[in-house]
């Protein structure tokens, strides 16, 4: 029987969450989302309080310091920060992924250099770099296609790697001090034996940030343009094999619970929206009751719950099914279920904004905010589609011609 209830050092970290959020995130949230400048609604105040609570290095290793968190733990972290601010959440859950993979694809020497880098820094961000203008989220469908969409391009001359190209809409990128970049090394080769993956400190020459994107949501994180014009690295920083870069991106979602994770954020906007929402019915009188006692709006609040639950129990399976050593790993669990918490998220963000009447789409009260911010998540970590694509293959063991 699988048990989803979470240990008592769960419990105490989601309650030191619900205690940062309350007390740091909820104050200056509506203030930063406003900033007309997205380059001002990032906070590095909120960043190194959470650092000083752990909340940076939480998937790091106990002998780097971390707690190595699990999927679920991060989970359960993702989802409360969520409550207060998605795009903050966002910019986290993007660290603890990517230290993640970094730990996992470095060998001894190269865990040696980056991960001090990154622990010793209470203001280092991480960014990985996949996503470029001729495309983004269809790297994910496992083709077996000569020409991948990336474009950009990586040639080792003289014992350095030099890099070339343009990535967009890349998390953290402008905020980050480490970058995990995904580039072409072997053009000639298939699409799982071309791309390799390196690592890119902020300050490489030839690297630099152009567009920091104006967004609907989540506009407490950076999503921006990454140019690398002869950008120069050390021949050491290319991570994993050379070639098998897209292998490890597949392995890094699925293992590290990308998607899963994904979904438990934007979860946590939903739940926020619902709570809101609940609260309000038990004040609003309507009618000469409260809105709660109306039968119409008791019964959508149970309808949101329901989703909710559901949401969080289909995440919490996948992160089990994962990490089992009890059963067979069903790699179409994680995408499935990023899908469908993001598709009950925007639900519930829009019904409970609805439950708000004429004041949920003021911008004095925080329904609007949550309703762009859940939006951000039927395309944000996999255009939704694409996911149920891949996840379709896996299923059905779909002939790999129908992709290309």
């Not at 940076?56 to 409550?83: F, K, N, P, Q």
């Not at 000639?188 to 940030?209: L, M, Q, T």
């Not at 690295?233 to 050379?242: A, D, S, T, Y």
């Not at 925080?366 to 149920?388: I, Q």
Request: glycine share 8%; aromatic share 8%.
């Amino acid at each position: 029987m699988v048990d989803f209830k979470l240990t008592e050092k769960q419990l105490m970290l989601r309650d030191v969450v619900r205690k940062f959020v309350r007390e740091e995130v909820i104050p200056v949230r509506a203030e930063l989302d406003r900033e007309p400048d997205p380059k001002k609604g990032f906070s590095w105040d909120l960043l190194r309080k959470a650092d000083a609570i752990g909340l940076r290095t939480l998937s790091l290793s106990e002998e780097d310091g971390g707690i190595e968190a699990d999927i679920i733990t991060r989970c359960v972290v993702g989802e409360e920060l969520a409550t207060g601010d998605l795009g903050f959440a966002v910019c986290l859950d993007q660290v603890w992924k990517i230290s993640a993979g970094i730990a996992h694809l470095c060998n001894e020497e190269q865990r040696g250099r980056f991960i001090p880098l990154f622990r010793d820094d209470p203001e280092c961000l991480l960014s990985i770099a996949i996503t470029e203008p001729s495309g983004g989220s269809n790297y994910i469908v496992p083709i077996e296609r000569k020409d991948s969409t990336l474009q950009a391009r990586a040639e080792l001359r003289d014992g350095r790697w030099v890099l070339n190209g343009t990535k967009h809409f890349i998390s953290n990128a402008g905020l980050s001090k480490l970058y995990l970049i995904f580039a072409v090394t072997d053009p000639e080769k298939n699409v799982y034996e071309r791309v390799s993956a390196f690592v890119v400190p902020h300050d490489a020459p030839g690297f630099s940030i152009g567009k920091v994107e104006d967004k609907m949501g989540q506009r407490l994180v950076w999503n921006s343009t990454m140019n690398m014009e002869d950008c120069t690295i050390p021949e050491e920083n290319l991570v994993g094999q050379r070639g098998r870069g897209m292998v490890d991106v597949l392995r890094f979602l699925a293992e590290e619970g990308s998607n899963i994770q994904a979904g438990a954020t934007v979860l946590g906007t939903a739940r926020a929206a619902y709570e809101a929402a609940l609260e309000h019915a038990n004040e609003r009188f309507i009618g000469g009751k409260t809105m709660i006692h109306h039968q119409l709006v008791h019964h959508r609040l149970a309808r949101m719950k329901m989703r909710l639950d559901a949401a969080r129990a289909y995440l919490y399976r996948a992160a089990y099914n994962i990490g089992s050593a009890d059963e067979e790993t069903d790699w179409s669990m994680p995408p499935m279920s990023k899908v469908f918490a993001a598709e009950v998220s925007f639900e519930v963000a829009k019904e409970a904004m609805e439950l708000f009447g004429g004041y949920g789409y003021m911008k004095d009260y925080p329904m609007e905010k949550y309703l762009r911010d859940a939006t951000s998540f039927l395309h944000s970590d996999g255009v939704n589609d694409v996911l149920l694509l891949r996840a379709a293959r896996l299923l059905y063991e779909l002939p790999a011609e129908l992709y290309q």
